[in-house]
Nanobody, 124 residues
């Protein structure tokens, strides 16, 4: 089982930037995909971004052009650079690992392991 730990969350004003990190206890190059999801209060956990083993990236429409997902296999870490943040980006952000790629990248069920979450709050 992969152990994932997010860091880098916090409070930022609208228009600002944050970078989330997800450190894995195991070598991330073994995993088909790494992803980020977010959950706002009272809402479902939704897909944000994913990166494949080969470096292909995927984003939900609302973050395209603002967020960038990347991975550093040598550090076993995945990043989510978030720019031009908006109040509606406020949520708990979760890192996830997909071990076998047997489902679509944007579905929660595709991912086998999850981090504990990092709070991101964007003030207006």
């Amino acid at each position: 089982q992969v152990q994932l730990a997010e860091s880098g969350g916090g409070l930022v004003q609208a228009g600002g930037s944050l970078r989330l990190s997800c450190a894995a206890a195991s070598r991330i190059f073994r995993y088909v995909r790494m992803g980020w999801f977010r959950q706002a209060p009272g809402k479902e956990r939704d897909f944000v971004a994913a990166i494949s083993l080969t470096g292909n990236t995927y984003y939900t429409d609302s973050v395209k052009g603002r967020f960038t997902i990347s991975r550093d296999n040598a550090k076993n870490t995945v990043y989510l650079q978030m720019n031009s943040l908006k109040p509606e980006d406020t949520a708990v952000y979760y890192c996830a690992a997909d071990l076998d790629g047997d489902s679509s990248y944007y579905t929660k069920g595709a991912y086998d392991d999850w981090g504990q979450g990092a709070q991101v709050t964007v003030s207006s």
